[in-house]
Every structure is written in C-alpha cells, then in structure tokens.
C-alpha cells in the first residue's frame, strides 16, 4: 500500500468490533492542518477501504479514505466498510457527511460466490428517508464494489431478495454493479446517442474541497479512451456546486497509444515535478479514471514528448493497483 508522504495516521477504535479506523486529511485546501497520531495500546495492521459516503444534504456520494483492519478474508473487509457507512460511525458523523446505514441495521449475512456478494440485512434496513433511496444504492454498490473478487451485488432483507428499493420502488436489476453510475448528471445530452462515462469534479463541502466522481451522458468518439478524455474536460453547470479539478490543466496530452491491456500517454512539459519526474497528482487521476471509475483495467505508460518518465511517489508505478490510491483522506 503507497503512503502518502508527511501523513500520520489517525487511529479510533469501534466498540464491540475493535475496528481501527484512521481517516488522514488531505484535500486540495492548502490551508488544512495535517492529522496527529493518537496512540493505542491495541494497533494492529490496517489496509486502506473507499468508504462511498453520502453528503449531509444527500446529493453527493463521495469515496472517502479509511482503514480497517488488516484481513484474508473478504467477508470481514466487507464487514468493515459496511460499518463504516453506519450511523454514527468517525466516517458518517465526519462534518458535512450522513449515513448510509442507520445505526439499528444489522448485517445478517455476507456471501460471496462466482464474484457477487450478497448481503443480507435485518428489515430496519427499509428505515431511510425517501430522498436518500439512490445515494444508498449508489454508496453500496460503490464501497462493496472496490474489491476484485466482486463483480456486482445483490440485496437481501431477512434472507429475500429485494426486488425494489422499499420507500420509493426503485426498481433493482437481478445484479448490482457500477454501471448504475454514481452522482448523475444528464446536462443537455442526448441520451439516445450517448454512452455513459464517470469523471471526477471537485465539491467544497464544510469548506473542503472534495473529488467527486459524476457519471454523465456523452457523445462516442473513436474509441473509448477518446470517449473518456473527452469526458474529462467538460465543463459542468455551476447550479450543481462542482467544478473541474484543479489538476485538469496540467494535463496536456499530446498522444496516447493503447496496446493490449496498456495504454502510453505522451504528456507535455506542464505534467513534470522536475525533470523525467511526473506529478503524482497526474498518475493518480488518470488511473482513478481509467480504471476504477470506468473499470478499463489498462496497465499505464507515461512520457514527455516520447521521453520516458518517473512518477512521484510510486517507484513502480506500472504495478501499482488502482485501489492503493487514497481519495480524499479526511481528519475526524
């Protein structure tokens, strides 16, 4: 797992579960203080979760960083993040988010088999208010959806498949998977004449900014790495409280080549830290784009005007994983 240089972890400790959760602050406020450590007397190893939470006024579902502890078994990482989501868990209570789950729902069941995770819950599951009915599926389907043995997911109740969502019959497909999309945006697409594709933009909530992934109608080009980076550079309408990133301007992409299962971007002179060195900043939302928010599953290739380069940060940046970078490292 790549640790992010100068920050400390921030450590809790669940009641009952003994779950250690850390939550670091990082965002693109230059301003905000980083984390301290607090120590415990019962650490233990951690791996790093994207727990989907819901915003307070409940229009975003944003991927927040948070530790749970180290396992083998998926069951148990599962468990931990589907905690998280709880209410009154450090990630829901955290300023500026809710609840996913509120704090009577219990998991009765885990299951996993042929790539899709079933997850049965008690009936207070079907408690929510009606406003937050597709940010819940979309939390879910998003957070259970970050580990590579599952494909899609399926709901239960108290042992029965739900066939609809409870409070405002949203209607369920046989399975579950991040084609739903997350944070919808239609704009003046054609949806007739369009495909899906999900980017990031940026969202100040709690006087944090915040990288939020929006699913959004766009016209095909040629391929769908075209399809994707043209995706990337659209404006959004101001009304929705997101903007383009920050970092979208130092990505000048002067050509890319896709091999099998590859891809090699020629960037300009503007993505570089220092010479043959790429900013971090650039690997990471070009990975985040490619491979979890549109499931390309490319390995990636940098150079500057053909130059080959370095990435800040990642050593071995062609064998990193997709799910060892942190988004949005929040303090609690």
């Not at 965002?27 to 939470?53: A, C, F, G």
């Not at 945006?185 to 054609?190: R, V």
């Not at 075209?226 to 990133?245: Q, R, S, V």
């Not at 993505?271 to 900013?279: D, Q, T």
Request: hydrophobic share 40%.
């Amino acid at each position: 797992m790549k640790k992010i240089l100068s920050k400390k972890n921030l450590v809790f400790i669940f009641p009952f579960l003994a779950l250690v959760i850390t939550i670091i602050a990082v965002s693109t406020n230059k301003d905000l203080v980083k984390p301290q450590t607090i120590e415990t007397t019962n650490e233990m190893e951690v791996s790093y979760k994207r727990v989907y939470t819901i915003s307070e006024d409940n229009s975003l579902v944003v991927p927040l960083t948070a530790t749970c502890p180290s396992s083998s078994n998926i069951a148990e990482d599962m468990l931990c993040v589907l905690n998280l989501l709880k209410e009154d868990s450090p990630v829901t209570s955290s300023a500026g988010f809710t609840y996913t789950l509120n704090k009577n729902v219990k998991i009765n069941a885990i299951e996993i088999d042929q790539n899709v995770a079933s997850i049965d819950f008690s009936s207070e599951f079907n408690d929510y208010p009606v406003a937050k009915e597709r940010k819940i599926l979309e939390s879910l389907v998003w957070s259970l959806s970050q580990f590579d043995q599952v494909d899609g997911l399926i709901i239960k109740v108290n042992g029965l498949v739900l066939e609809k969502m409870p409070q405002n019959n949203t209607p369920l497909p046989p399975l579950l998977t991040k084609a739903i999309g997350i944070n919808h945006y239609l704009g003046d697409s054609d949806v007739y004449n369009t495909t899906s594709i999900t980017v990031f933009y940026e969202s100040e909530i709690n006087n944090l900014s915040y990288l939020v992934p929006v699913t959004r109608r766009i016209e095909k080009k040629e391929n769908e790495v075209a399809t994707i980076l043209d995706a990337m550079y659209m404006d959004i309408d101001f009304y929705t409280g997101l903007k383009e990133i920050s970092s979208i301007e130092l990505i000048e992409i002067n050509d890319y080549l896709v091999e099998e299962n590859s891809i090699t971007f020629d960037l300009s002179d503007k993505s570089l830290l220092e010479e043959l060195c790429l900013k971090e900043e650039i690997y990471e939302i070009l990975m985040l784009t490619f491979n979890e928010l549109n499931s390309c599953d490319l390995e990636m290739n940098f150079t500057v005007y053909e130059e080959p380069v370095f990435v800040n940060g990642y050593p071995n940046y062609t064998d990193e994983k997709v799910s060892n970078i942190l988004i949005n490292d929040v303090e609690l």
